[in-house]
Nanobody, 119 residues
């Protein structure tokens, strides 16, 4: 199983960026998926999560600026980030709870994609 993130890059404060994450491999089902981020010298933190049914949760500090969405047919989640701030600069990681062909379930992480916001 692989999670591959795309998108990200450099944006100015007040701008927007979008991220995508696609799961692939010997997957039976994908349950909760989420975005996390880690800035240099800081712990990794939850940005947003979404269930297979589309129920979403956000970090309180990001509500209203970030939107998570999901396409179950593609095994993908997305993160739309608006009104970006320099403090949003971090490496963004995708995480998913996946049941594989063996019947076991595991949490998988992507390699991350860098988001840099300039002031």
């Amino acid at each position: 199983v692989q999670l591959v993130e795309s998108g990200g890059g450099l944006a100015q404060a007040g701008g927007s960026l979008s991220l995508a994450c696609e799961a692939s491999g010997s997957i039976t089902s994908i349950h909760d998926m989420s975005w996390h981020r880690q800035a240099p010298g800081k712990q990794r933190e939850l940005v947003a999560s979404i269930t297979s049914g589309g129920h979403t949760k956000y970090a309180d500090s990001l509500k209203g600026r970030f939107t998570i969405s999901r396409d179950n047919t593609k095994g993908s989640i997305y993160l739309q980030m608006n009104n970006l701030k320099p403090e949003d600069t971090a490496r963004y990681y995708c995480n998913a709870d996946i049941t594989v062909s063996s019947g076991n379930s595991y949490y998988y992480w992507g390699q991350g994609t860098q988001v840099t916001v300039s002031s």
